[in-house]
């Protein structure tokens, strides 16, 4: 499954309308609130300031139930929001933003959480202190992989562990 289309479409409506927050950022927001289990408060968080209008509404309301069919799903299928063509920088720049908003929704929750799900949040602040300069190799790329690899599992952990507890 492609996310590219998608990716390039919700970045250049960001643009667009100059909203604070990138693609990939804005869909770590949306996955740790979905993941926790409060998918609707996406506007608290992304429009803070009250500017959201229809067009917004439409593109996050979808973007908030794709990511709850794909985290909910059985077949383990949700995917991180990164830009799939460009530099290897420009992907990693893009796991730091995914990551950093990710950390922000979940602290600002404040869930509840077990000892795994806390350690995979501690784990966040520690990649988003990746150096997104890195240097186009097969190292790199393995090790980027892995760490997207890692987000992804988590963020499904994270949705697993709430979703069970707040039943």
Request: hydrophobic share 45%; aromatic share 8%; charged share 25%.
């Amino acid at each position: 499954m492609t996310t590219q289309p998608y990716y390039d479409a919700l970045e250049a409506l960001i643009r667009e309308r100059g909203w604070w927050f990138a693609a990939s950022e804005a869909h770590g927001m949306q996955s740790a609130l979905v993941a926790c289990g409060s998918g609707a408060r996406w506007p608290e968080i992304l429009f803070a300031q009250g500017e959201i209008d229809a067009l917004a509404r439409e593109a996050f309301d979808r973007l908030a139930a794709q990511i709850e069919e794909t985290l909910a799903g059985e077949a383990l299928d949700y995917q991180l929001l990164l830009p799939e063509e460009g530099t290897l920088a420009a992907r990693a720049e893009a796991l730091v933003a995914w990551v950093q908003g990710f950390t922000v929704a979940a602290h600002w929750l404040n869930p509840k959480l077990d000892d795994d799900c806390r350690a995979f949040l501690a784990d966040l602040d520690e990649i988003s202190k990746l150096d997104d300069r890195l240097a186009d190799s097969e190292e790199n790329r393995q090790m980027l992989t892995g760490l997207e690899e890692h987000c992804r599992m988590g963020a499904l952990m994270l949705y697993a562990y709430c979703h069970r507890h707040n039943k």
